[in-house]
């Protein structure tokens, strides 16, 4: 047996010894060690302990539970050797808190819902609808901070939405691609023409010129589902699914593109107005294909280190 396997079996003994039960924990452990020693790992990391939790899929509260099973054990490891990393409690925690497995929409999808959006009636609603769904499938934004957006809130020179005391009020600037701020352009363009109505400084309006609510949009999103026929057995794709979509798409491409993700979530964070880092690597467990590259980044990484000391 390794070290690592030994450690674990100590482990599980050392806390029946003291009344627990753990029932079911040697088996996910010696699972976890499998994992590890496949991959050429003797030592816990916090990202070693994702990629094994989120593996196999489940719901969020398997994936929790799976990562609470190794934060123990990592607890128990580290008070032998720092070496090893305590994945933090506020990484994918257990309660009422656990976070239900998003949608995934895939390009397909989002092509055929854009289409059933442009056959809404009237034509103001179906532009206004089209122009919030694609702006929330290529920003990342949360559906609420889309429908506060006020016209003044684009500058066209720069290239940015300024999204002002969102979620925790916290204000930040969302950039924008040339074809995104020229969609955005032809909507106002279109908007103006088709609603002479009302006086309102927002960007997004209903068919009578007021703010666009989160009901009358929520509605139509349920017929653009049903028209496009998106649909999953196992969970309702929802608005906010959207934004989950984004991020995970943003890591797969930083992935495929053999960037060092690590130091980039930050980033990704303060861009989609994470609080902390948290909420952004609960996306590495959302996508099958993104927890195999984080497998394959670690064992190629294993490979290099190895490589340098053969």
Not at 99 to 105: A, I, N
Not at 173 to 188: E, K, M, N, Q, R
Request: charged share 20%.
């Amino acid at each position: 047996m390794s070290a690592l396997a030994d450690a674990a079996v100590d482990y599980v003994a050392l806390r029946r010894a003291v009344g627990f039960k753990l029932v079911g924990v040697d088996r996910l452990l010696a699972d976890f060690v499998a994992f590890a020693e496949s991959n050429g790992e003797g030592t816990v990391t916090v990202a070693l302990a994702l990629a094994w939790a989120g593996q196999r899929g489940g719901n969020a509260r398997v994936v929790a539970r799976r990562l609470s099973t190794v934060r123990g054990f990592s607890r128990y490891l580290q008070a032998q050797c720092r070496d090893h990393e305590v994945p933090p409690t506020w990484l994918l925690p257990i309660g009422k808190g656990v976070r239900r497995v998003p949608y995934l929409y895939s390009s397909g999808d989002i092509t055929a819902m854009m289409q059933a959006a442009r056959t809404l009636e009237p034509e103001l609603r179906a532009s206004t609808v089209e122009t919030v769904l694609g702006l929330l499938f290529v920003s990342g934004m949360r559906i609420g901070e889309v429908l506060a957006l006020n016209e003044n809130d684009v500058d066209w020179d720069a290239g940015t939405l300024t999204v002002r005391l969102a979620k925790f009020n916290k204000s930040r600037l969302v950039p924008l691609t040339a074809s995104t701020l020229d969609a955005l352009g032809v909507y106002l363009a279109r908007r103006r023409a088709l609603c002479a109505k009302g006086v309102t400084s927002a960007l997004f309006v209903n068919t009578r010129g007021k703010r666009l609510t989160y009901a009358a949009f929520s509605v139509a999103f349920g017929v653009i589902l049903a028209e496009a026929g998106v649909c999953s057995v196992a969970k309702r794709p929802r608005i906010h699914d959207l934004r989950h979509s984004f991020a995970v798409a943003t890591l797969l491409e930083w992935y495929r593109a053999g960037l060092d993700v690590q130091p980039l979530l930050p980033r990704l964070s303060v861009y989609l107005g994470h609080v902390n880092p948290a909420s952004t690597y609960w996306y590495l467990t959302g996508s099958p294909e993104l927890m195999a590259l984080v497998v394959d980044r670690l064992e190629s990484s294993r490979g290099e280190v190895n490589g340098e000391w053969s």
